[in-house]
T-cell receptor
């Protein structure tokens, strides 16, 4: 089945540090990947849609200069949290949809990255 | 952002019991998906529904896409300990984005 790998799985760093999270589709190509944020005991909230070869589309209220997204290939998207602060501490999860001519393909999720800013 | 109304919020059941949860929306969706999330992990797809009225099973799990396209339910029969976790519904509209439900936390009492 479709596998999405996310790295790292856990990051602890000091306030002001920039953190990069990678999302890879291991056995399929994905023109579109999605980045979500999940706070404790809450649901997943879409942050942005990552499009291969073009700019990401951000949801309302998500700062594009704070959360930099790069989707340079059909199998890799990266999310960089710039100058992270404690309020950015959260569980970040990416997903990807299999690229086919058929529109009915579900999103497959990575295992998430837990970001803790001290 | 928008979230779907999912109920119940939590369930405490005994092993072997059946489970039922549902999701409702004020918006129409083209696809309904059900995911399970274990602590510290990403959601895992359980069932995908693509047509209004569709009833689909995956082992002990059964889900239906509501006729109005604004709701869906998930049933789990004869629950086992590994069913413990948080279940999320998700609706997908024409823009390919997923809107997630608020989640149902399932706990099995020994």
């Amino acid at each position: 089945g479709a596998v999405v790998s996310q790295h790292p799985s856990w990051v602890i760093c000091k306030s002001g540090t920039s953190v990069k999270i990678e999302c890879r589709s291991l056995d399929f190509q994905a023109t579109t990947m999605f980045w979500y944020r999940q706070f404790p005991k809450q649901s997943l909230m879409l942050m942005a849609t990552s499009n291969e070869g073009s700019k990401a589309t951000y949801e309302q209220g998500v700062e594009k200069d704070k959360f930099l997204i790069n989707h340079a290939s059909l199998t890799l998207s990266t999310l960089t949290v710039t100058s992270a602060h404690p309020e950015d501490s959260s569980f970040y999860i990416c997903s990807a949809r299999v690229l086919t001519g058929h529109s009915n393909q579900p999103q497959h999720f990575g295992d998430g990255t837990r970001l803790s800013i001290l | 952002g928008q979230q779907l109304n999912q109920s119940p919020q939590s369930m405490f059941i005994q092993e072997g019991e059946d489970v039922s949860m549902n999701c409702t929306s004020s918006s129409i969706f083209n696809t309904w998906l059900w995911y399970k999330q274990d602590p510290g992990e990403g959601p895992v797809l359980l069932i995908a529904l693509y047509k209004a009225g569709e009833l689909t099973s995956n082992g002990r799990l059964t889900a239906q896409f509501g006729i109005t396209r604004k709701d869906s339910f998930l049933n789990i029969s004869a629950s086992i300990p590994s069913d413990v976790g948080i279940y999320f519904c998700a609706g997908r509209g024409g823009n390919e984005k997923l809107t997630f439900g608020t989640g149902t936390r399932l706990t099995i009492i020994p």
